[in-house]
Structure formats: structure tokens, C-alpha cells
């Protein structure tokens, strides 16, 4: 798993991936930080991450679309079915390669914090809640956009419907304004961002954090028997 690991870890930063993914969050990150800190005058912190929790949708799957959509699509993922390494390992190998240029993202964004905390007032147990909400959010974001990679041969396909269903799930949470109340209630039971906003909040929720480890979980399971499924499948 480490190796796996270590090798996509490369991947992303000797092609322009992570360099890509990384330059334009921080781009729209610091959008947002004008005008929603710099401009007002503020020092809320946790709303600038819960507005930097929407890019997330448009970030995960371009950094997920190659892991194994690429692989397919090259024919270089029968070498992973063949490999002495168990399918489980290389899929939380290739997990773990994506969260980590992910946390290196989140960890940029800390000029952020460190702004408001030189000019205004930082709340350092509230923007703490507020990173791990965000943190959980962008990993199980990429975990489900994994999935979705472990099941086309393109990786564009791959982004496509990554981007589509992270869209889903965001119309999924407005949808919820605007539904009976029983819908609603499931409609944000299942939102990963109705999710994040005890953390928003100042507040350590445990539902919410488990339900996040819990889709994470999930993803990984698809991912593992999606590739599963297609190492005993002739002809693809």
C-alpha cells in the first residue's frame, strides 16, 4: 500500500494534476477571501470554509479521474490484477496518494487563518471545527469520485461523472428548502454538506464525522468490487 501510495504520490506532482488542481482552488479560495473577508472587514473565518467547502464538487474529480479510469484505458490495470499486492491495498494506496494532495491543498489555505488571526480576531477552537468538517467533506468527496473512476475506461468520462454527481448532491441539499418535511429530513440525513455544518458551527459532531468515515467506507468498498468484479470479466 505504501509503494502504491508513493507512486501516485509522484504521478501527481511529475504531471500537471496536482500543480492544476492546487493552482486553481487557491485561486478561487482567495476570490472568495476578498469577498468575504478583505471586503467586509470580517473575521468569520468558518463561513469563508463553508463557501471553500463548495469547490470541493469541481476539485475531486480531477483529482481522481486518472487513478483507474487511466489504467483501463492504457490496458495497464491488469498488471494491478496480477500484482502480489491485494486489490483493498491498491485502491487505499491510491485513496491515501489523492487525500494527501488534498491535505496539501487545505494546508495552503492556512494563509488564510493566518490573515484573519494578524488583522482581526481568529477563534482558534471554532476554525479548528470548521478545518476538520472541511477536511472530512473533501475526503469522502474524493472517495465517491474514486469509485466513479474504478468504473469508466475514460478518465474525462471519469471527471464527467464526478463533476455531475457531486452536482446531484449539492441540488440534492437545496432541494431539501423546498420538499415535505419527511423528505427533507431524509434529503439531509444524506447531504454531506448538511453534514458539515455543526462543524461550520464551533461544534465537534460525531454523527456527522462517522457518517463522513462511513461514505468514505463505502466508496472504497465499490471501488475494491467494482475491480473485483472486472478482473474476472473477460474481454475488457
Not at 504521478?11 to 476578498?34: E, K, N, Q, R
Not at 484573519?116 to 469520485?145: S, T
Request: glycine share 4%.
Amino acid at each position: 500500500m505504501i509503494a502504491v501510495w508513493r507512486k501516485e504520490l509522484r504521478s501527481y506532482f511529475v504531471t500537471p494534476v496536482a500543480y492544476v488542481c492546487m493552482g486553481a482552488f487557491l485561486a478561487l479560495t482567495s476570490l472568495i477571501f476578498y469577498v468575504n473577508i478583505l471586503e467586509k472587514h470580517s473575521s468569520d473565518l468558518p463561513i469563508f470554509i463553508l463557501w471553500m467547502s463548495y469547490l470541493w464538487m469541481l476539485i475531486c474529480p480531477v483529482l481522481t479521474m486518472r487513478l483507474f479510469a487511466e489504467e483501463r484505458q492504457k490496458r495497464t490495470d491488469q498488471l494491478l490484477f496480477t500484482s502480489p499486492v491485494s486489490l483493498t491495498r491498491i485502491v487505499l494506496g491510491k485513496y491515501l496518494a489523492a487525500a494527501t494532495v488534498l491535505l496539501i491543498t487545505v494546508l495552503l489555505t492556512l494563509v488564510y487563518a493566518a490573515v484573519v488571526a494578524v488583522y482581526g480576531r481568529l477563534y482558534f477552537p471554532e476554525a479548528l471545527m470548521a478545518y476538520l468538517g472541511f477536511i472530512l467533506q473533501g475526503c469522502a468527496f474524493v472517495a465517491i469520485d474514486l469509485a466513479l473512476s474504478a468504473l469508466f475506461r475514460s478518465p474525462i468520462v471519469a471527471a464527467a461523472a464526478g463533476f455531475g454527481l457531486n452536482l446531484a448532491l449539492w441540488i440534492m441539499d437545496l432541494l431539501a428548502l423546498y420538499t415535505p418535511s419527511w423528505v427533507s429530513n431524509i434529503l439531509s440525513f444524506l447531504s454531506l454538506y448538511s453534514r458539515n455544518e455543526p462543524f461550520i458551527m464551533g461544534e465537534f459532531s460525531p454523527a456527522s464525522t462517522l457518517f463522513d468515515l462511513t461514505v468514505i467506507a463505502g466508496a472504497l468498498a465499490v471501488s475494491i468490487h467494482t475491480l473485483d468484479a472486472r478482473r474476472w470479466k473477460r474481454g475488457d
